[in-house]
């Protein structure tokens, strides 16, 4: 008959398309939630990256600074070069450990990438995914 409603096990197509959508906002707030902890870890190593930075380049100003003007009497008395050479050298040295320093801080940097890559990937694969299944 024409007004028998059909009882059997199979869920209607609008439950099914209920559930599709129900899934596809799941998964949305679950690379929401993903993206976010992506992006704590990598500006936690931004901030390891610029306190190393920085205590390179502090390091830097008060070893010239401090040490410098020692440094430059000091090799004046122990030699016969002139003034402003001792001067010369003492600035070198610590010139190039401040280079040493800041360098390493910028490979720090340059390990790692701040944008959250893998959460990209994860919602490109997902859209894929579903421009294919139809």
């Known amino acids: 008959m024409a007004n028998e409603v059909q009882t059997s096990g199979e ?4 439950s099914l398309l209920r559930g ?5 906002g799941d998964l949305i707030r679950q690379e929401i939630r993903f993206a976010r902890t992506e992006i704590r870890s ?3 190593k931004t901030k390891e990256a610029a306190l190393v930075l920085a205590l390179g380049v502090g390091t830097t100003v008060l070893g010239v600074f401090l040490l410098a003007v020692m440094l430059v009497y000091l ?3 122990l030699t ?3 003034l ?3 001067f010369g050298i003492v600035s070198a040295v610590f ?3 401040g280079v040493a320093l800041v360098w390493l801080g910028y490979k720090k940097f340059e390990s790692f990438n701040p944008l959250p890559d893998e959460t990209a990937k994860s919602v490109k ?3 894929e995914w579903i421009m294919n299944s139809k």
């Open 20 to 24: 599709i959508i129900n899934d596809i």
């Open 95 to 97: 010139l190039a450990t």
């Open 125 to 127: 694969e997902n859209v």
């Open 84 to 86: 402003w050479g001792c």
């Open 75 to 77: 090799l004046n008395w």
């Open 42 to 44: 990598d500006l936690h």
């Open 11 to 14: 869920p209607s197509t609008t």
């Open 80 to 82: 016969t070069i002139p």
